[in-house]
């Protein structure tokens, strides 16, 4: 355990941090590794070698992020407030590559694919409401069997999320997301009716209150071929669509491809004119039965006949609140010129405690010991056991010390354990993945001149 919180005075406090450190260090050097033989440091790997985008985007704005084809929305609201209640604001940001990351595996067998990875930041962090990403699908003349595969840290393998929404102009294919992660567009090969698992359509389908946006949120589900639910992340308990919308207002109705079978929605709506947005949700899971796949002709549907119109069940009554099974929204870390957000993941079984350290002119060293100096600060230290693991150093001023700066990431205790590390300088922005099972890496360096 560290000496975050204890009753030791700071002078004792670093003497105890220095040796132990140093111990580490001489330990390293005689054994080859910090722990047991299964906890090898891997060196990060950076696969998008500095390519993509970022963009900080506040509680009260709506910005379309594009990047290499792929295209994020996000929306009035989808940033969670601060904790005063407070607009929030968050980096978010595209990076794409034509190979995995280091020790992420192959998609699996019966998938092959379409697009470049994509990288989408932040991870490990909770939104209010769905943003929607946007897949690029030109090479292909149909969006019938397209999908999109998004990693599980926490099963340690590729899961399908359900496909919301289709740009047919553009030939992109969107899905809704509460947090965001590392994906892949793929193509399902599927050999005979016997292993078709094709996804059918639902389409919220009540009469269109003026100005207001409506999410589905999947309650439960009883599919036709019940094997299918171990591809989706949580069996799809959770996975969100909205309507499509423009200018922040809805243009249609919202549908939702979903396996064939029973399905029940919790309904959310907010006003699309509302600053900030009052999320309401109806009290009572909207059924439906979606007997049959969908088919598409080219990029287009016939919505009357291949999407099973459905509308709420009588009895029930409008909540102010998300759905149940949204996820806590994250407070929102700092950002500015230089962000170093550092991620990863804790369960009961599997906890480790990493520190992200900040190195720079005249002797910076921003870390947990020492979280703030004139320019710079860390103000998300990460000390419970389990979950989504965040640490964050930000810039506090708008222009930074002219020199040399170098991001670190330290294996404190625990086992070893996989990473991600993104970087943002200046609108430049690069991910970094790894394992560390002991001792320390750098994740970048950069110079300001």
Not at 209 to 221: D, K
Not at 237 to 266: D, E, H, R
Not at 342 to 362: E, F, I, Q, R
Request: glycine share 8%.
């Amino acid at each position: 355990m560290k000496l975050k919180n204890n009753k030791l005075g700071g002078v004792l406090l670093k003497t105890v941090y220095k040796f132990s450190i140093l111990f580490s260090i001489m330990l390293c050097v005689f054994i080859s590794s910090c722990s047991d033989s299964s906890d090898n440091t891997i060196t990060p790997n950076d696969p998008n070698g500095g390519s993509g985008t970022t963009q900080s985007v506040t509680s009260d704005q709506r910005q379309n992020i594009e990047f290499d084809g792929f295209r994020l929305e996000v929306h009035a609201g989808d940033v969670p407030r601060n904790s005063n209640g407070t607009a929030g604001t968050v980096a978010f940001s595209l990076n794409t590559s034509s190979t995995t990351e280091s020790g992420i595996p192959s998609v699996p067998s019966g998938f092959t694919v379409i697009s470049k990875y994509l990288k989408a930041g932040p991870e490990s962090f909770n939104l209010n409401s769905p943003v929607q990403l946007f897949f690029p699908a030109a090479s292909q003349n149909t969006p019938q069997d397209l999908a999109v595969l998004k990693y599980s840290e926490a099963a340690q393998e590729w899961k399908l999320v359900p496909t919301s929404a289709l740009d047919t102009a553009n030939r992109k294919v969107g899905i809704d997301q509460l947090s965001l992660g590392y994906y892949v567009l793929v193509k399902q090969n599927f050999s005979d009716n016997a292993t078709d698992f094709r996804q059918g359509g639902a389409m919220y389908d009540c009469p269109p209150e003026p100005f207001m946006n409506y999410i589905l949120t999947v309650q439960s589900v009883s599919p036709e071929k019940p094997s299918i639910l171990s591809q989706y992340s949580g069996g799809l308990i959770g996975q969100a669509y909205m309507n499509p919308i423009f200018l922040g207002c809805p243009i249609g109705k919202t549908k939702a491809i979903v396996p064939q079978g029973s399905i029940s929605f919790w309904v959310t709506r907010s006003n699309c004119q509302a600053n900030p947005p009052v999320i309401e949700t109806y009290s009572i899971p909207a059924p439906v039965t979606v007997p049959d796949p969908l088919e598409f002709i080219g990029w287009s549907t016939y919505d009357a006949v291949t999407y099973v119109p459905f509308c709420l069940p009588a009895g029930g009554s409008w909540v102010a609140g998300r759905p149940e099974n949204w996820p806590q929204p994250t407070v929102p870390v700092g950002t500015g010129t230089f962000q170093a957000t550092l991620t990863w993941l804790n369960t009961a079984s599997n906890a480790t405690d990493l520190d992200l350290h900040l190195y720079g002119p005249d002797n910076l060293h921003i870390f947990w010991s020492n979280t703030s100096s004139a320019n710079f600060s860390l103000d998300r230290d990460w000390q419970s056991q389990t979950g989504n693991a965040i640490e964050n150093i930000f810039s506090t001023t708008a222009t930074i010390p002219l020199g040399n700066y170098r991001v670190n990431v330290v294996h404190f205790s625990g086992f070893a354990k996989s990473f991600n590390c993104r970087v943002i300088v200046n609108g430049s922005v690069t991910n970094y993945s790894g394992n560390l099972g002991g001792g320390s890496v750098d994740v970048r360096t950069f110079t300001i001149q």
